[in-house]
Each structure stands twice: as C-alpha cells, then as structure tokens.
C-alpha cells in the first residue's frame, strides 16, 4: 500500500460524500481522489464505445486505458475523458446507473484498483467512494463512513439536480437510491459497509460544516494535522 496519509471517506449514494471529500481536502491542503467519477466516466465512455456492460474482458481494456484526467483547479475538479469536459455529464443519473452496474464486476474493479492507489502522493490523500477503506486503502489512519436517511439523500439529490438543470421527481429518488443501496450493499464484489475500524457519521441531520468539523477533529486526534 502507501505510506503517504490517507483519510476514506465512503457511504451509499447521495450521503454528502463528494462535497464533504473535497471540503476537508481543501482545509487539509491535500489531494482528492473521487473514485465514484471513475466507475461513472467508465460506464459512461463504454456505453459511448457500444460496450455491453456485462463485457467483462472489454470493460477491463477500456479501464486499463481509460484516457481520463483530473484537473483541479480553485477548490474544484474538472473530469476530462478524451479531451471532453464530462464533469456535468457523468453526474446524470442514467450513468450513475451504468456505474453501478461496472462496479459490480471484480475484473473491472481490478483494473482501476492500481489507478485508484497511485493518487496517494504527498501531503496526502482524502479519498472518496464505496470501498476505499475496506478495499482500496485498507491502512488507510482515519477512515470515515458517512451516511444519511434514503429520504434525506434524495431530498439532496433533488436539489443538486434542479440546480444542474436536470429533471427528477422526489418519489422517483428515493426508490432509485434504495434500489442502489440494496445493489451496493448486497454485491459478491467489495460490498458497500463501513471498515471495522470506520468513524460512522449520521448526517440526516447535520449541516456539510458539521460533519467537515467532525471529520478534522478525527485527523487532528490521529495527529494527521
């Protein structure tokens, strides 16, 4: 694994993750790594490259030599496949869908593991997903599990995507992020659960500033700041 610190923060969909990720990662001056935005760039550019999503030998090339970057750039993360700013795109929730199905292939989670571990460089590393303390970066100092009530995250959800300008009912979020749920959490491949070692954080009813409170408090106990 590395020596470079590491903090996880992994939870279901829609729990806050990716904002309280990069929130502590700017506080801490360190690097992010969103590995959900690999599975969904993924499944996104395969569906592009007409690649069945149950093709395991041709995700596993395309993994292998995905042409993605991440620029970051005043606190903010640009996506980059092939040239093409998919930031936007990728937060749809169609690919969020492809993404989920990918994800539950071991050969393709294979593939991006290497990719995934070398974003660990100096001072350190806040990474973000499903399986990035029980999996990814098992040595990993602090690792965190934030979660939230189905409702609470769809609610969430709803207005990130009416501030995009996508459409989506309420009713139709929470069975969708249920039904991920029982996919993420039910997997043969790396299910969705807290790290033995996890801090679990409920956040249904805490502010973003709550829980990056929290998250710092935990470092700085660990002495990693």
Known sequence: MTETAVLTIDGPV???KGTVARLVAARLGWHLLDS???YRV???YARNQGVALDDEAA???LAKALPVRFVESQGETAVILDGEDVSNIIRQESVGELASQVAVLQPVRDALLARQQAFAESPGLVADGR????V??????????LTA???ERARRRFEQLKEKGFGATLATLVEDIRTRDDRDMNREVAPLRPADDAVVIDSTTLSVDDVVNRILDEAAARQLV
Do not use: N, Q, R, W
């Not at 990814?136 to 599990?145: C, E, G, Q, R, W």
């Open 14 to 16: 829609s729990s806050g």
């Open 131 to 134: 399986d990035m303390g029980t």
């Open 136 to 145: 990814v970066f098992t040595d990993a100092p602090l690792k965190i599990y």
């Open 59 to 61: 995700l596993v090339s």
């Open 42 to 44: 993924l499944g996104y």
């Open 149 to 151: 009530s189905a409702e």
């Open 36 to 38: 959900g935005a690999l």
